[in-house]
């Protein structure tokens, strides 16, 4: 233990002794070690964290792909939607294989509180919701089974300790107040457990509230008691030695029943789908993570960036490595001397990877520095689309994370300088040793051979950089048939205040009357499902005289819109008209359809005039199509279009919230503050929330499409940086250690072009060795990263090509002052160097 001290001692009397070296090789590491632990942290919040609850392992997710009858609410896959019958059968004939099953729904909140509205996420949960996921109070009590009895006979709600902790500053008087939850009064019985977020990464409820609560909840849904209503998401806890396959297999013998007793409630049921229907399985997701709906989403952006991260670090290490073999060169007599004092080799590896450690070391401390300032600029802008919970703190994995690859970093770019530095034999490098310091050659070709495996990683890098930069071009330059310029947008949700369709109707009206009146507004329209958010309604339609397609084929979209929302959105209209004022509730029924559905359902025929019916079966076409509007995007910017059809929202049966979009003639925050206060003014208590400009909406939209290109191409930038040290190192060692060869012939009459054709051949090797090696490396990885291009293909050369430039134009700017002094070099000086 003395002698290490005595080396960590003597380690870092060498680091302060060369700070040139040490600051240059902390810098190369500190960012590569903060941008993995940026990048890691995204990750484990995302993809790797287990939830806080007992055994997550035992937990599991449940689907049942296959046919789905009636209304299905889904949040990215809805095999995983079960209707409250199902579950409540599932649950009470389960016991064998599960020791729990719980359900859950998230619903949107209007929370109210000490004269304050806000708006925010609840959950309504199954009464063993807490007691299967193992969730202990901070504060009175939580749900048991016995809160799941009579519908709307449970007038509870437990919060969530960071509401808990944000909203009443952890006060404990406020268990058995009253709390006005979607204009339901409900008492506070209790607050979750500290970090208990829910069982879905991304969605964080500020209350839990009783499944049986669901209509007062969601007051223009119930389907409680419905079979056809699949709107919840099972999760459930396996026994102790049960595996997947067996509980599958006991779950879906439990499932055959109740598949049964659901066809008899169906209406129009297709009798030649029964065996298929009834064919359907439970299958089992893992849920130690919780519900994967955030995690399939983001989950192949972020692995293409940890990959791509993690080559920035590797060529930091690469980098640093080259750092310590240029040292070492000069170091060989100290080694030598220490050689013929006695000292084992064993011993100098250990010294220089001490070394080196120590190096690392305060590397991972700026890195955690860096990677910390990282994530409080990446986390703001993830929770700015609606993705609720991250966290930019440290914590213990993020901080082992840290030290791991500090430690691996270390080894990495340490060992191997420190075997080949102390490898050379005494003898000889007593014996080489002059004043220049030369060693054997094959320490320069080894430095080579980094030098071109850093090329081949900054070609992979650059690569991805290119593709991920030029499918964000290709999404923003493509025609949205929208124009998001000059008009902001927010959201209400009078339902969940206690208005009822026609008083909503009302509001929307005046609201819209109110805002026209603003100076500076050129148009104002409402739509029921916000533009480019990723919502969407659906509903299967039936055409007059149309022609005949598939059942599939005649489920379309559909959106309730007000009169100049197409002027508001700058969506034109290419035939027929807007709706107007007079397209009110008893008005005949009027609808508006777009070109994709005109071009399914009435192929070389004009809609305007025909009608259309909704639903497939015993349906007389009643709406009148008055327009056809250009295609545009609806759901997301990359997203295919699909057919839609648009209805006045003031002919809708059940009208629930609104978007608005408002054009202005100027910089439309200007009016932030003006709509707020106009909303307040007509009802104090009903929330605005989501108020953003147009062009914000779309930024966040393409969040991940950002978020790889940027940091792509700043990794590319970091790359093609280390680099450039690298071959500048080498090239400088080389123009040093070969000056007496360029004297000579220089002096033999060898021109300055030729000095510089021998150096560039030095560099052209390294180059064309790194692409040689990186150019297929990077179409592997376009190839796996595929499904996050757009526009472009994994094939297309230019993209290649373009890496091959700037990488060939970073190896000639590093070139450049070696050249210049290998031309520069006197003859008779350098015959005398030795």
């Known amino acids: 233990m003395q002698t290490f001290w005595q080396d960590v001692r003597y ?8 700070p040139g070296f040490t600051g240059i090789a902390v810098l190369t590491l500190a960012l590569g070690i903060g941008a993995n632990t940026a990048i890691f942290s995204l990750m484990d919040q995302i993809l790797l964290r287990r939830l806080p609850v007992k055994n997550p392992d035992e937990l599991v997710v449940l689907r049942s792909p296959g046919i789905q009858e009636g209304h299905v609410w889904s949040d990215g896959d809805g095999a995983q939607s079960f209707s409250y019958p199902i579950y409540k059968n599932l649950r ?11 359900a859950r729904f998230a619903f949107d909140a209007s929370i109210s509180s000490r004269g304050q509205t806000d708006r925010g996420l609840g959950e309504l949960v199954s009464g063993n919701y807490f007691q299967v996921l193992g969730v202990q109070p901070a504060l009175g009590r939580l749900f048991t089974s016995e809160d799941e009895r009579v519908p709307g006979g449970h007038p509870f709600v437990v919060l969530s300790h960071a509401y808990w902790m944000q909203q009443f500053a952890g006060d404990p008087g406020i268990l058995n107040q009253p709390l006005l939850v979607n204009n339901t009064e409900l008492t506070v019985v209790g607050v979750a457990q500290k970090n208990f977020t829910g069982i879905e990464v991304g969605q964080t409820p500020q209350v839990f509230v009783s499944i049986m609560m669901k209509a007062q909840m969601t007051p223009t849904r119930n389907g409680l008691d419905n079979w056809n209503d699949a709107w919840l998401a099972i999760l459930a806890r396996r026994k102790p030695g049960m595996s997947i396959p067996q509980t599958e297999a006991a779950l879906t013998a439990a499932y055959r029943p109740l598949l049964e007793q659901q ?22 997701l893992p849920g130690a993570t919780g519900r994967r709906t955030l995690q399939t989403d983001t989950g192949p952006a972020l692995m293409t960036l940890f990959a791509l991260v993690g080559l920035v670090l590797l060529i930091a290490c690469t980098n640093v490595a080259n750092l310590l073999l240029a040292q070492g060169a000069a170091r060989q007599r100290e080694f030598a001397i220490r050689t013929a004092m006695g000292a084992s080799r064993v011993r100098m590896i250990r010294q220089l990877l001490i070394e080196s450690l120590l190096c690392a070391l305060a590397g991972g401390a700026f890195g955690l520095v860096l990677g910390t300032w990282l994530m409080n600029i990446l986390a703001p802008e993830v929770a700015s689309t609606g993705v609720s919970g991250l966290s930019s703190a440290l914590n213990g994995t993020l901080l082992a994370f840290a030290a791991g690859i500090t430690l691996l970093s270390g080894i990495l770019f340490g060992l191997i300088p420190a075997w080949r530095i102390t490898r050379s034999s005494l003898t ?28 081949a990683f900054t070609l992979l890098l650059l690569a991805g950089a290119c593709l991920f930069t030029k499918t964000l071009w290709n999404l923003r330059s493509q025609n949205l048939g929208l124009r998001t310029t000059n008009v902001i947008t927010f959201s209400i949700s ?13 509001l929307i009206d005046r609201m819209r009357e109110r805002f026209s009146s603003l100076p500076g507004v050129v148009a104002v329209g409402t739509s029921e499902v916000a533009t480019l958010t990723g919502s969407s309604m659906g509903r299967d339609i039936t055409v007059e005289g149309g022609q005949q397609i598939s059942e599939d084929e005649q489920h379309v979209m559909y959106d309730g819109v007000s009169p100049a929302y197409f002027s508001s959105v700058g969506a034109p209209i290419v ?19 777009n070109e994709m559905l005109a071009k399914r359902f009435f192929p070389k025929r004009d809609p305007v005039g025909l009608h259309l019916g909704l639903g497939i079966h015993n349906v007389t076409p009643d709406i009148r199509i008055v327009g056809v509007v250009k295609d545009n995007k609806q759901a997301h910017v990359r997203s295919a279009t699909d057919p839609y059809m648009f209805f006045p929202y003031a002919q809708r049966d059940n009208l629930t919230s609104m978007t608005f979009y408002v054009r202005t003639q100027q910089d439309p925050l200007l009016i932030a503050d003006e709509l707020r206060d106009s909303v307040r003014s007509l009802d104090p208590k009903l929330p605005v929330y989501d108020l953003r400009t147009f062009a914000r909406v779309v930024d966040e939209d393409l969040l991940a499409e950002r978020m790889i290109a940027g940091l792509s191409a700043s990794f590319g ?23 007496r060869e360029i004297g000579i012939r220089m002096a033999l009459g060898a021109e300055s072009g030729q000095v510089r054709t021998l150096i560039y051949k030095e560099v052209g090797f390294m180059v064309l060795a790194g692409a040689a090696v990186g150019l297929p490396l990077a179409y592997a ?34 070139c450049y002052v070696p050249v210049r002094r290998a031309t520069r070099v006197d003859p008779m000086v350098a015959l005398r160097y030795e």
């Open 263 to 284: 066809v008899t409630t169906l209406k129009d049921f297709d009798q030649s789908k029964r065996p298929e229907f009834l064919a359907k399985k439970i299958l089992l």
């Open 494 to 506: 009078p339902s969940l205040n206690g208005y009822d369709t026609p008083r909503t109707v009302a």
């Open 428 to 455: 000889q490098t007593l014996k080489d040793q002059g004043s220049t310091g030369s060693v054997a050659m094959s320490h320069v070709r080894f430095r080579k051979f980094l030098v071109a495996g850093q090329v």
């Open 92 to 102: 009470d004939n389960s016991s064998p294989v599960v020791s729990g099953m719980l």
């Open 781 to 814: 990885l376009a190839r796996l990263s595929e499904s996050l291009l757009f526009g472009v293909r994994a094939g297309s050369l230019d993209i290649y090509a373009l890496a091959l430039t700037v990488i060939a134009l970073v190896a000639v700017a590093a």
């Open 11 to 18: 380690g870092l009397r060498m680091l302060a002794k060369n």
């Open 717 to 739: 930038v970091l790359a093609a940086f280390l680099a450039a040290l690298g071959i500048y190192g080498v090239l400088s060692y080389l123009v040093v250690r070969r000056t």
């Open 575 to 593: 035939s027929g008209r807007e709706f107007t004022a007079a397209d009110n509730a008893t008005a005949p029924k009027v609808a508006i359809i």
